[in-house]
């Protein structure tokens, strides 16, 4: 038997740089980091240190179930539970449903969320999902689930990406098993320090729609400055029912917020945005003469239109873009008079005329027709991804001059994640090939979490030199609810300068 002599005692784990207690911690999970940090001091500093960068975390999951297990939840008493058969507490604690898998997944790491996003698919029960999210997550975290056309993210447990469309579920003998297959959520956590997050929801009542429109804005507005030094918002990521026409908000936010909501972030966070179209013009340009039905009496301009349909794809989807007077505010915030560009989805016609989908098309303002078009929208996927990788490097070179003046080798400017907002109709059916779309981001930021969702009308505004609108002058119209389009939202950080006393 060995004695510790007096005095000679050694603290060994004290031996341990504070370096590698930072590795050591960053790899523990949510809870368990959580319970490291309350052990001393030190431990709460060096956990402070690894939570005080934004950080986004995203899992998928592919699994088709919602299971809850109302034999276990309804067993309140400690001891009726020990009593349970053995069996059926092995098979309920060995299984694991959507909403569990992606918590799992996103809670493996440290993070401090403030806000989740999760995309699922129509087959999901969006009032259960919800609940089973918040009671993971917990109610003091802003969560907004969604039903989405499909989605993109990788799944943590096999390590592979995903791009799921899901097609519409069809009646008959194999329902049931398209009905199990065409399932899955996208989850996304966001940790944003610095930054104020809230939802301000728009209820959409057939009367005044106008006056709730003018009323959510202002609302919006109101909040940003309560909240900040800041007149309007950083970023704003809109959820809408596919039933629901999002010109009239989109248009009413275009005109009052400044340019650099969206792309531009307040103190450290900075928010990146450019996009690939899916749609080619073609035709002369045209002036509609009655609301809602577009006629023309000239036989030779409907023969030239038919005639460049076929030229075209017959199997392509044909839309209208519509140019409207408005007003932007400018730079100083003033109102001035603008253009906007509105897309209308052509459903057919005959005769003399053509049926478009949509309202609010008047006579005198100028129109012209697009196709949809893979080619089109795959040449500026690969524009997209040139942005981006663009955007890496200005981003390493600040990187660069930030960390050679100012900070250590660990404080150095990242990309935290993004998201991505893609049409419904795109995809591998529609390019050929798969992971068209989420190649763009991936391939410039292969280590940065994503989540995306495939949808019906895509809202995206940002810079020109990042939305490949090098070319757009004053007269040119604004457009920022596309179709046929994918949006990529990236997100960096910059940390604040280290200040030094001599």
Same mark, same amino acid.
């Given at each position: 038997?060995? %004695?510790?002599?007096?005095?000679? /005692? ?15 911690? &960053? ?8 319970? $490291? $940090? ?5 431990? #709460? +500093?060096?956990?402070?240190?690894i939570l005080k960068r934004p950080k986004l975390a995203s899992a998928l999951s592919l699994n088709p ?59 999901? =029960? ?38 799921? *469309? ?20 996208? @989850? @996304? ?17 057939? @009367?005044?729609?106008? *006056?709730? !429109?003018? %009323? ?6 109101? #909040? ?7 007149? $309007?918002?950083?970023a704003i990521i809109i959820f809408g029912d596919k039933t629901t026409d999002m010109k009239l908000v ?26 690939? %179209? ?14 809602? /039905? ?49 897309? #209308?989805?052509? +459903? ?55 960390? &050679? ?5 660990? =404080? ?13 109709? /795109? ?47 004053? *007269? ?6 596309? !179709? ?5 939202? !990236? ?10 006393? #001599?």
């Amino acid at each position: 038997m060995a %004695k510790q002599l007096p005095g000679r /005692r050694t603290y060994r784990f004290l031996l341990v740089t504070e370096e590698i207690m930072q590795n050591i911690l &960053s790899r523990l999970p949510v809870l368990a980091f959580a319970n $490291a $940090a309350c052990v001393n001091k030190c431990w #709460y +500093k060096i956990g402070s240190q690894i939570l005080k960068r934004p950080k986004l975390a995203s899992a998928l999951s592919l699994n088709p179930s919602l299971h809850v297990c109302c034999f276990c939840s309804n067993i309140s008493n400690p001891v009726v539970k020990l009593k349970t058969n053995r069996a059926h507490q092995f098979l309920c604690n060995d299984y694991k449903d959507a909403v569990e898998e992606v918590t799992e997944q996103v809670l493996s790491e440290p993070i401090r969320p403030h806000f989740a996003i999760a995309c699922i698919s129509k087959e999901f =029960d969006l009032d259960l999902t919800h609940g089973l999210i918040i009671k993971k997550l917990g109610s003091s975290i802003l969560i907004i689930t969604n039903i989405a056309s499909g989605i993109i993210g990788v799944d943590g447990i096999a390590d592979e990406l995903h791009e799921e *469309k899901w097609e519409t579920t069809t009646v008959g003998p194999n329902s049931q098993e398209l009905d199990t297959i065409d399932r899955g959520l996208v @989850l @996304l956590f966001g940790f944003l320090p610095g930054l104020k997050i809230s939802t301000i929801p728009l209820l959409r009542p057939m @009367l005044e729609s106008n *006056k709730l !429109v003018d %009323k959510f804005v202002m609302d919006i507005l109101h #909040y940003t400055s309560v909240v900040s030094d800041c007149q $309007a918002p950083t970023a704003i990521i809109i959820f809408g029912d596919k039933t629901t026409d999002m010109k009239l908000v989109v248009s009413k936010m275009d005109c009052v917020m400044p340019e650099e909501t969206i792309i531009v972030g307040i103190r450290e966070i900075q928010f990146h945005v450019t996009m690939s %179209k899916g749609l080619m013009p073609f035709g002369p340009k045209l002036e509609p003469c009655k609301t809602r /039905r577009i006629e023309w009496v000239a036989v030779e301009i409907l023969n030239d239109l038919k005639q460049q349909f076929r030229d075209a794809d017959m199997s392509a989807d044909i839309y209208i873009s519509v140019t409207k007077e408005t007003m932007r505010t400018n730079d100083s915030g003033i109102l001035i008079p603008g253009r906007c560009l509105d897309f #209308y989805r052509v +459903k057919g016609g005959g005769g003399r005329y053509f049926n478009v989908h949509g309202v609010d098309i008047q006579p005198g303002d100028s129109f012209l027709f697009y196709h949809s078009d893979s080619e089109t929208a795959s040449s500026t996927c690969v524009h997209a991804f040139n942005k981006l990788l663009t955007l890496k490097a200005e981003l390493k070179s600040k990187n660069y001059l930030h960390l &050679s003046k100012f900070a250590d080798k660990d =404080d150095k400017k990242e990309v935290p994640g993004g998201l991505i907002f893609s049409c419904d109709r /795109r995809g591998e059916s529609f390019f050929g090939e798969p992971f068209v779309d989420s190649s763009p981001f991936f391939d410039s930021f292969p280590t940065a979490p994503v989540a995306g969702l495939l949808c019906r009308g895509e809202i995206g505004r940002g810079p020109k030199s990042l939305m490949n609108e090098e070319n757009k002058d004053e *007269k040119t119209p604004n457009c920022c609810l596309h !179709v046929y389009s994918t949006i990529y939202l !990236v997100m960096s950080y910059l940390p604040p300068p280290t200040c030094f006393l #001599y």
